[in-house]
T-cell receptor, first 116, second 112 residues
Framework: GAGVSQSPSNKVTEKGKDVELRCDPISGHTALYWYRQSLGQGLEFLIYFQGNSAPDKSGLPSDRFSAERTGGSVSTLTIQRTQQEDSAVYLC??????????????FGEGSRLTVL | QKEVEQDPGPLSVPEGAIVSLNCTYSNSAFQYFMWYRQYSRKGPELLMYTYSSGNKEDGRFTAQVDKSSKYISLFIRDSQPSDSATYLCAMKKGGGADGLTFGKGTHLIIQP
């Protein structure tokens, strides 16, 4: 597809279970971001991948959160031992490095996670 | 104090009104300023971007940046019901692909 694709669109899980969220960025985009959007909290930066460089993990809230990006394309965000406060919409975005429209991130529709 | 402050609303105005949305920020290192629009259950999409102080106009939308006051605005003229969405301001320090710092978003409702 032409846009950023995320799956699953909705995920309901029980507290303590692990979840994996997938992001397929726009083809050719070298930068990939994960954000978390909670009700009333805006977008919270989680992690950023740029090409083959080491990812910027400074936004990950705890060591239960991890992400990887395979082959410079698809990314997976993993949340281990989920807690109720992890309930949120997880948004993935991609960007062309050195894009002429500085700051233009293209977002997917998000994965809505509910932890019971 | 959060780096970027934005009134979450909701802001409800009648169709055809001029809408003013605002953000304030505390970090003077921010150089690039954007507005994203997010419809319900969709991802944000870039609406406007500006570099440094000044105004930028695109159709019914005008983005304004006042770096001396650390204040940015988005004006929507002749507002339409289709403009009903959440508007998020965002800003960044550098010109590369590093991440953005977002406001919480203002929920805007245009009444037909």
């Amino acid at each position: 597809g032409a846009g950023v694709s995320q799956s699953p669109s909705n995920k309901v899980t029980e507290k303590g279970k692990d979840v994996e969220l997938r992001c397929d960025p726009i083809s050719g985009h070298t930068a990939l971001y994960w954000y978390r959007q909670s009700l009333g909290q805006g977008l919270e930066f989680l992690i950023y991948f740029q090409g083959n460089s080491a990812p910027d993990k400074s936004g990950l809230p705890s060591d239960r959160f991890s992400a990887e990006r395979t082959g410079g394309s698809v990314s997976t965000l993993t949340i281990q031992r989920t807690q109720q406060e992890d309930s949120a919409v997880y948004l993935c975005a991609s960007s062309l490095f050195s894009s002429g429209r500085s700051g233009e991130l293209f977002f997917g529709e998000g994965s809505r996670l509910t932890v019971l | 104090q959060k780096e970027v402050e934005q009134d979450p609303g909701p802001l409800s105005v009648p169709e055809g009104a001029i809408v003013s949305l605002n953000c304030t920020y505390s970090n003077s290192a921010f150089q690039y300023f954007m507005w994203y629009r997010q419809y319900s259950r969709k991802g944000p999409e870039l609406l406007m971007y500006t570099y440094s102080s000044g105004n930028k106009e695109d159709g019914r939308f005008t983005a304004q940046v006042d770096k001396s006051s650390k204040y940015i605005s988005l004006f929507i003229r002749d507002s339409q019901p289709s403009d009903s969405a959440t508007y998020l301001c965002a800003m960044k320090k550098g010109g590369g692909a590093d991440g953005l710092t977002f406001g919480k978003g203002t929920h805007l409702i245009i009444q037909p």
